[in-house]
């Protein structure tokens, strides 16, 4: 079986600022390749400074504040314990030296989170890599958390193919494969099939199957097309059955079987390989040749008899 694929990296990151705010630096554009920890974008710093200061500016107030409470304490101290002043004159002070410690501490946390904010002013790279694409750009007002670059990781690189459901069934995992990029014709790369999706893909119904190619060549480049042929696969014949025949046993997938020798039906769970709109495509739990209900499954149980039909009205 041979399908069209593209090359494509293990790890793709999308990259986003911590902090909202206005860029006003793009630093990279799409297919540069980055270091770790490189400046990428910068938001504009302004409001950020500003927080930076007015922080500091309530610490600096909150310190002096605690220090003259701290020393007004001090001073009625030997006064109380002579009786000169009521106790609860002393007790007022120690209770406002307390507000004003937690009150210090509250404003070192704030002057820390808007340090850290006008940090995150500027986007680093997480790793090394490649620009893959650019979503944002200078003058634009971006939220917290939206992507504004999304990074290609430096590392394996991978062959996604998307497998129509009617051969999904052929593909395991572990499976190898024989892999021409179509800009390199004559150069055959052996490749492996490292993760197969469960559920298919809601437009094109088919099943996003990735491949791990260990040593590309140095001319290949992300997004190239790719023709992979799967090696067979000895001893293995996929089985697909109607989904109608599907039933579940509990939260687990089932099918009911007849065996020829018996008059009852009986049970059986089945793994599934993948699921489609009309089919289902099973892993285990039956062998060829056996005799599978099809239709109406949700009204037996393994008590009443029956008996196989060949198609033939009576």
Same mark, same amino acid.
């Given at each position: 079986?041979?399908?069209?694929?593209?090359?494509?990296?293990?790890?793709?990151?999308?990259?986003?600022?911590?902090?909202?705010?206005?860029?006003?630096? @793009?630093?990279?554009?799409?297919?540069?390749?980055?270091?770790?920890?490189?400046?990428?974008?910068?938001?504009?710093?302004?409001?950020?400074?500003?927080?930076?200061?007015?922080?500091?500016?309530?610490?600096?107030?909150?310190?002096?504040?605690?220090?003259?409470?701290?020393?007004?304490?001090?001073?009625?101290?030997?006064?109380?314990?002579?009786?000169?002043?009521?106790?609860? $004159?002393?007790?007022?002070?120690?209770?406002?030296?307390?507000?004003?410690?937690?009150?210090?501490?509250?404003?070192?946390?704030?002057?820390?989170?808007? @340090?850290?904010?006008?940090?995150?002013?500027?986007?680093?790279?997480?790793?090394?890599?490649?620009?893959?694409?650019?979503?944002?750009?200078?003058?634009?007002?971006?939220?917290?958390?939206?992507?504004?670059?999304?990074?290609?990781?430096?590392?394996?690189?991978?062959?996604?193919?998307?497998?129509?459901?009617?051969? #999904?069934?052929?593909?395991?995992?572990?499976?190898?494969?024989?892999?021409?990029?179509?800009?390199?014709?004559?150069?055959?790369?052996?490749?492996?099939? @490292?993760?197969?999706?469960?559920?298919?893909?809601?437009?094109?119904?088919?099943?996003?199957?990735?491949?791990?190619?260990?040593?590309?060549?140095?001319?290949?480049?992300?997004?190239?097309?790719?023709?992979?042929?799967?090696?067979?696969?000895?001893?293995? $014949?996929?089985?697909?059955?109607?989904? $109608?025949?599907?039933?579940?046993?509990?939260?687990?997938?089932?099918?009911? #079987?007849?065996?020829?020798?018996?008059?009852?039906?009986?049970? @059986?769970?089945?793994?599934?390989?993948?699921?489609?709109?009309?089919?289902? #495509?099973?892993?285990?739990?039956?062998?060829?040749?056996?005799?599978?209900?099809?239709?109406?499954?949700?009204?037996?149980?393994?008590?009443?008899?029956?008996?196989?039909?060949?198609?033939?009205?009576?």
């Amino acid at each position: 079986m041979t399908l069209s694929g593209t090359l494509v990296p293990r790890v793709e990151s999308q990259l986003a600022f911590r902090v909202p705010g206005r860029v006003v630096a @793009r630093l990279v554009d799409a297919g540069d390749t980055v270091a770790s920890g490189q400046a990428l974008a910068r938001l504009d710093e302004t409001p950020f400074q500003l927080a930076v200061q007015e922080a500091a500016a309530d610490l600096a107030q909150a310190q002096a504040t605690l220090a003259r409470v701290g020393r007004d304490v001090e001073r009625n101290r030997p006064l109380a314990q002579s009786g000169a002043i009521a106790r609860a $004159t002393l007790d007022a002070l120690q209770t406002q030296q307390t507000q004003m410690q937690e009150q210090v501490q509250a404003a070192h946390s704030r002057l820390a989170q808007a @340090r850290n904010d006008l940090t995150y002013t500027t986007l680093t790279a997480p790793g090394g890599g490649t620009i893959a694409l650019v979503q944002a750009d200078a003058g634009q007002v971006v939220a917290a958390g939206t992507p504004v670059l999304r990074l290609a990781r430096t590392g394996e690189t991978e062959i996604e193919v998307n497998v129509p459901e009617s051969r #999904i069934g052929q593909i395991r995992k572990e499976q190898t494969a024989k892999v021409r990029l179509l800009s390199l014709p004559d150069v055959e790369l052996a490749a492996r099939v @490292r993760e197969i999706a469960s559920v298919a893909d809601a437009q094109t119904r088919t099943y996003p199957v990735r491949l791990s190619l260990p040593e590309p060549p140095a001319a290949a480049r992300l997004g190239m097309t790719a023709s992979v042929r799967f090696d067979a696969l000895s001893g293995d $014949t996929a089985l697909r059955l109607p989904i $109608t025949a599907l039933f579940q046993q509990g939260e687990k997938p089932a099918v009911w #079987i007849l065996p020829t020798d018996a008059q009852h039906l009986q049970l @059986r769970p089945v793994t599934l390989a993948a699921m489609g709109t009309h089919d289902i #495509i099973l892993k285990d739990g039956i062998t060829p040749g056996e005799r599978v209900v099809v239709a109406g499954v949700h009204r037996l149980d393994s008590t009443m008899p029956v008996q196989a039909w060949d198609g033939r009205l009576p």
